[in-house]
């Protein structure tokens, strides 16, 4: 089932609306997700960093199942893990750890030692699936995202996994 899936790379700004739509569904079930009730607000929060990169993930009819946002950050040897969004109603069937695996694949691809996210303290889904992914706290952080609220900072080093 899963095997079918397949993500496609869009620009933020054409694929706003479907963005969008699938934000504000996620959001309004998870309180403790980073709110962005503006469209703008919402394409600089994708878009706004350098070296970012938006994939809509669909099943194998083509149905949207969510979005994953990256950014390649060269010079600390990171690639953040800017959003993840497994839409409501396709949860805990396999699909967040897939876009997980692809995030680390392209920082393998990409020469990036370490895969990081953030996350809110409340969030013990998101969490608990980070920690099984064998994600660890690195720090904590009061502002993140600048919503006044803080996160934990994930991390996951792809060296230790693959030791030269
Ligand atoms: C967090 C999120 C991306 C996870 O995606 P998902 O599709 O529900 O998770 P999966 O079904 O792929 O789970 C993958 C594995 O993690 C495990 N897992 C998931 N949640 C877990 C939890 N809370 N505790 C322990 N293990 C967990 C699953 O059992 C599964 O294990 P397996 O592969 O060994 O069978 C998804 O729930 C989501 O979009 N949540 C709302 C938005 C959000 O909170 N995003 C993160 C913000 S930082």
Known sequence: MGDEMHAEEVDVRQALTELFEIELRVAGETPNLVQIKDREKFFEFLAGQPNSSTWIWKDESGKPVGYLTLIDKPEE????????????????????????????????????????????????????????????????????????????????????????
């Open 77 to 164: 040897s990171v690639l953040e893990v800017l959003a993840i969004r497994v839409d409501n109603g396709m949860r805990s069937s396999g699909y967040g750890k897939q876009m997980m695996e692809f995030a680390e694949k392209r920082a393998e691809e990409l020469g990036r030692g370490t895969v990081m996210l953030a996350t809110h303290p409340d969030n013990a889904k998101a969490l608990g699936f980070y920690k099984h992914l064998g994600y660890s706290i690195a720090r904590r952080a009061e502002n993140y995202y600048g919503d006044g609220t803080p996160r934990y900072i994930l991390e996951k080093s792809l060296r230790e996994r693959h030791p030269k």
